[in-house]
């Protein structure tokens, strides 16, 4: 699973639900408890489960950047009207008397419907949903407007992110090369490592450096730890080091976001 996509995704939701949500409370009447924000990413993920067998073996990653969009999106509409903190890439002035709510369910909308047209009809019925909380007139107009504007400049920002490019892979000859699962075939994030990053200044700024030598006295003992642990009869994991393997029992984009809406205060929808 790609971790460093869906730890971006899932840190920037946290952020959002609980900046849009949380700060300032009392000056945000149309979301007061984060509740619209925390809807929207239930959406979002439902609406990713349901296409994401269309999306080939890339559907993780693709989800995760969704996901991000959508909920800069949600942000940059928001801090466009209520400027507590500084928006992510989009800031619309002059719309201060906007509707927060209005204008975060219409970004949230906007994304998805652009990047999954397929689930138009199922979006359209969550964003008339939200909105039938906000009462009728300009500021709610204005609100919307923010919203759609908002998620038409997020998504034009990740256009030509270098999501859309696969990269095959042949394994070189020899030892010491990963190798694909020939259950599952080659790794579908080989290529994302060439994604435009959300928050890095480069790509590679954090990465890891090379394995050890398959020659080397450290590789020989990683690989004894790993068989001693690891074993399906293993004598010496701890009930801990068992859950811990286990953790990843669900989709990776229903199971980071579940746990960024629960830590926000959304439960564990």
């Known amino acids: 699973m790609n971790r460093k996509s869906l730890v971006i995704g899932l840190a920037l939701s946290c952020v959002i639900i609980l900046g849009s949500g949380k700060a300032d409370a009392g000056k945000i009447p149309s979301v007061p408890d984060g509740?619209?924000?925390?809807?929207?990413?239930?959406?979002?993920?439902?609406?990713?489960?349901?296409?994401?067998?269309?999306?080939?073996?890339?559907?993780?990653?693709?989800?995760?950047?969704?996901m991000a969009m959508m909920h800069v999106a949600m942000a940059d509409a928001v801090f466009s009207i209520h400027p507590v903190y500084k928006p992510y890439a989009v800031w619309l002035h002059g719309h201060g008397s906007a509707d927060q709510l209005a204008a975060a369910a219409a970004a949230a909308h906007g994304v998805l419907v652009r990047l999954f047209p397929s689930e138009q009809a199922a979006l359209d019925a969550a964003l008339a949903n939200?909105?039938?909380?906000?009462?009728?007139?300009?500021?709610?107009?204005?609100?919307?407007?923010?919203?759609?504007?908002?998620?038409?400049?997020?998504?034009?920002?990740?256009?030509n992110d270098g999501s859309n490019v696969g990269l095959p892979y042949t394994p070189p000859v020899g030892l010491g090369f990963w190798q694909p699962d020939p259950r599952t075939g080659a790794s579908p994030f080989l290529s994302w490592k060439d994604v435009t990053p959300w928050t890095l200044e480069i790509a590679d700024q954090f990465r890891v450096g090379p394995p050890p030598s398959i020659y080397g006295d450290l590789f020989a003992s990683d690989l004894a730890e790993m068989k001693a642990i690891g074993g399906t009869t293993s004598s010496i994991r701890t009930t801990e080091q068992t859950n811990i393997a286990k953790f990843a029992t669900d989709n990776p984009i229903a199971q980071y976001n579940r746990l960024g809406s629960t830590c926000s205060g959304g439960g564990s929808e």
């Open 35 to 66: 509740r619209t924000v925390i809807d929207w990413n239930l959406t979002g993920v439902t609406t990713f489960l349901h296409v994401a067998p269309t999306l080939g073996p890339r559907s993780a990653p693709l989800g995760s950047r969704a």
């Open 130 to 159: 939200s909105l039938l909380q906000v009462p009728d007139g300009e500021k709610k107009e204005e609100g919307i407007a923010v919203g759609v504007e908002v998620a038409a400049q997020i998504v034009a920002l990740r256009a």
